[in-house]
Nanobody, 123 residues
C-alpha cells in the first residue's frame, strides 16, 4: 500500500504562486508515475500534470501549461507542483496520485490517491 499526503495549499490572490508537495509513504514510489489532479466544486476531477518515474517526461493540461511545473525528488519519495500566476479558475482541491506504470492521464489509470489540499485563488 502507498499513502500519499498533500500539503502546501492555501488562500492566495490572483497572480500569486504556491508550491504543493505530495509525500509518499508505505512503499518507495521512485519507479511510479506521479500525477496531480484537481477538482473544483461541482466539477469532475481533472488531470493537471504527471511526471514519469525518472522525471524524463512531463505532461500538462492546456489550462496550466506554462504556469505550473511538476517535479519530483525520488530520494524523498516526494512530488511537487510549482504553481505560478494563479487564477481564480485554479481554485480546487488538488490531489496527488501514483501509477505503478505510466498509462496515461485518466483518473482510472492511477492506483493510489491522497486526500487532497485546498487551493483557493481570490480575484
Amino acid at each position: 500500500q502507498v499513502q500519499l499526503v498533500e500539503s502546501g495549499g492555501g488562500l492566495v490572490q490572483a497572480g500569486d504562486s504556491l508550491r504543493l508537495s505530495c509525500a509518499a509513504s508505505g512503499r518507495t514510489v521512485s519507479s511510479y508515475a506521479m500525477a496531480w489532479f484537481r477538482q473544483a466544486p461541482g466539477k469532475e476531477r481533472e488531470f493537471v500534470s504527471v511526471i514519469t518515474w525518472s522525471g524524463g517526461e512531463t505532461y500538462y493540461s492546456d489550462s496550466v501549461k506554462g504556469r505550473f511545473t511538476i517535479s519530483r525528488d525520488n530520494a524523498k519519495n516526494t512530488a511537487y507542483l510549482q504553481m505560478h500566476n494563479l487564477r481564480p479558475e485554479d481554485t480546487a482541491v488538488y490531489y496527488c496520485a501514483v501509477d505503478r506504470v505510466f498509462r496515461g492521464i485518466a483518473k482510472s489509470d492511477y492506483d493510489y490517491w491522497g486526500q487532497g489540499t485546498q487551493v483557493t485563488v481570490s480575484s
